[in-house]
């Protein structure tokens, strides 16, 4: 490094995360073309929530990645960008680690720094008793001898005041170095700090000339004093490209932001000399407003929308769409798409914009037509089929959930979904209709008659039905009417059926005549009769005789049930 570089802090120093990981994938392209997502590789996601001591990321998977809460500094908010480090792949999720994404992002870092001559910024974490210290930087612990210190042991130790280093050695096996704070202070004039020191002051602008482009920033000769314009003092939008916008010996207009002689510290920016975009907003901006933005980017659980460079809203996927279930983000926004948007809230104090594009569509259920009504049979395609149930499509942007339990009558069906398939066109019959809730409830079996009101009907009381016996039980016998449908002969209805061992008298299997007492369809209860089944016979008997057409009659039969019930 030549005499005019400048210490720095850590951040100033540092490649973003962003594009340190895309140094690191052009260095292991072969490695993670033969595993892209496997143990070990580095990663970057999305901030989609953060549950208890737990961060959850979208990596661009079906599956879930995990992050521990203590792997970061502070809580991120949803949206921020994190690398990581895949640890395991468990059923259902993914588990990464930040803190060796960090690690290994800083290692990088440390050697950039080595190879180019940059500063490194760190702080004195422990002593060596009569040999040095221990300085953190980047996450790696390297070794500063007491004999390039360079000011006194005692201001260097105490506060964790941050110091800049210059590289002198590294060991890549066991990613150790030595770092030395005399030499660089040493390689700078202080002649030529004086000189700036008199011109200027933190807030002046002054003019700059490019004399390097690194990855995490611009820097620029100030006076002779080399000082680093960050990525992050360039723009207001996070992790803004940069590097095609400056040019080595350019003159460039930025302001002072930190001179410190004693750290060799110049730090300058150029978003300063503009308003902050959220200060803007909060003079411009307000809730229910219409606003009109760039489609920035599109991820599993919504679209960020840049209104302003620097002030970017998210378009949640539940806002998207009226739509139950909501579209992905890529089937109604395209990348760089502009786009009209509502905003639902805005958060200054945590910087954050919510947006809504649904809020600016027709809301189809305020414009239902008068077939959606209960009780009416309509039909449509299944959208989508559910642990639950399937929805149906009953207008455009509306569906009604045919929930398990409506699709069909047959009790001998184990999955009733197995009936149904996405894309298939059916009958349904509208159940309810609940505008406040949003909600339609539809159903298929109601098309036909409840079975059981159907033998209600077939088998009236009094009427004699012979039926194969299914089962004895210590109250009664189970006799199959009708396949998949049993009655019960109650102990009560068999001939001194209290005093009998039912096994000794019936067997399963065999037949068994019998008369119908009641049917209950709400209940799917059939209840039969033994003891009355000859007075039933004798009765009908009877009536054929009554009758001049000779016709079985249901008079005789009810009249008979009539006495029956009444003695």
């Known amino acids: ?40 590789t580095l990663i970057e996601g999305t901030v989609v ?22 792997d970061f ?50 702080k004195i974490v422990g002593e060596v008793k009569n040999k040095g210290y221990l300085v953190e930087s980047e996450g790696i612990q390297l070794f500063l001898p007491a004999s390039h210190v360079g000011v006194r042991f005692k201001e260097s130790t105490e506060g964790g005041k941050e110091f800049s280093f210059k590289i002198i050695e590294l060991n890549e096996k066991t990613r150790t170095g030595v770092v030395s704070r005399k030499t660089l202070l040493d390689e700078i004039n202080g002649e030529k700090w004086e000189e700036l020191l008199g011109k200027v002051k933190v807030g002046d602008k002054v003019n700059g000339k490019v004399v390097k482009i690194a990855n995490f920033g611009v820097f620029l000769s100030v006076y002779d004093v080399v000082g680093l314009l960050r990525q992050n003092d360039i723009s207001y939008k996070k992790f803004a490209p940069f590097k095609q916008y400056f040019n080595i010996g350019a003159e460039v207009e930025v302001i002072v932001l930190e001179v410190d002689k004693e750290n060799n510290k110049l730090s300058l920016g150029i978003k300063q000399l503009y308003e902050d975009p959220w200060i803007w907003a909060k003079k411009e901006l307000e809730k229910g407003m219409v606003v009109r933005g760039i489609v920035t980017s599109l991820t599993n659980f919504g679209a960020f929308v840049e209104l302003k460079e620097g002030l970017e809203g998210l378009i949640h996927t539940t806002e998207l769409s009226w739509a139950k279930k909501p579209p992905h983000p890529k089937d109604v926004l395209k990348k ?40 009416n049979v309509l039909e449509g395609k299944i959208t989508g089929i559910t642990k639950y149930g399937a929805f149906v499509e009953v207008e455009s942007g509306i569906e ?32 309810d209709v609940n505008l406040d809730a949003q909600r339609i409830s539809c159903g298929l079996k109601q098309l036909s008659e409840h079975p059981y009101e159907a033998l209600r009907k077939k088998y009236p009381p009094g009427t004699l039905v012979e039926g194969r016996v299914k089962s004895i039980v210590s109250f009664g016998v189970f006799v199959e009417v009708e396949p998949g449908y049993e009655g019960l002969v109650h102990i009560s209805e068999i001939p001194d059926g209290r005093n009998i061992k039912l096994e000794d008298l019936y067997k399963v299997g065999e037949s068994v005549r019998t008369v119908v007492v009641k049917i209950e369809p709400n209940n799917k209860k059939i209840s039969l009769s033994i003891k009355d089944f000859d007075k039933a016979v004798e009765r009908e008997e009877m009536a054929k005789y009554m009758k001049e057409d000779n016709q079985p009659s249901r008079e005789s039969i009810g009249s008979f049930m009539n006495l029956n019930q009444n003695r």
């Not at 340190?20 to 994938?25: H, P, S, V």
């Not at 009604?400 to 009790?411: A, F, K, Q, R, V």
Request: aromatic share 6%; proline share 4%; hydrophobic share 30%.
């Open 400 to 431: 009604g959930l045919i929930h398990i339990s409506d699709i069909t009558w047959d009790e001998r069906e184990k999955n009733p979904l197995n009936l149904l398939k996405k894309g298939q066109s059916v009958q349904y019959k509208i159940l």
């Open 49 to 70: 929530d953060v549950i208890g001591d737990t961060v959850f990321l979208d990596i661009g998977e079906k599956l879930e990645a995990r992050v521990s809460r203590e």
């Open 73 to 122: 500094s502070e809580t991120p908010k949803r949206g921020e960008k994190v690398s990581a480090i895949i640890k395991k792949r468990v059923d259902g999720y993914c588990v990464l680690s930040k803190k060796e994404a960090d690690q290994r992002v800083g290692w990088e870092t440390i050697k950039d720094a080595s190879q180019n001559g940059y500063p490194l910024s760190g």
């Open 1 to 40: 490094m030549n005499s005019t570089n400048p210490s720095s802090p850590k951040n100033e120093t540092t490649s973003s995360f962003g594009e340190l990981l895309e140094k690191w994938e052009s260095q292991s392209q072969a490695q993670e073309q033969e595993n892209s997502a496997g143990k070990g």
């Open 336 to 375: 760089s798409q502009e786009v009209d948007s509502e905003i639902l809230d805005i958060d200054f104090e945590a910087r954050r914009l919510s947006l809504g594009l649904k809020q600016l569509l027709p809301n189809p259920w305020e414009a239902l037509s008068a077939n959606v009504r209960a009780g």
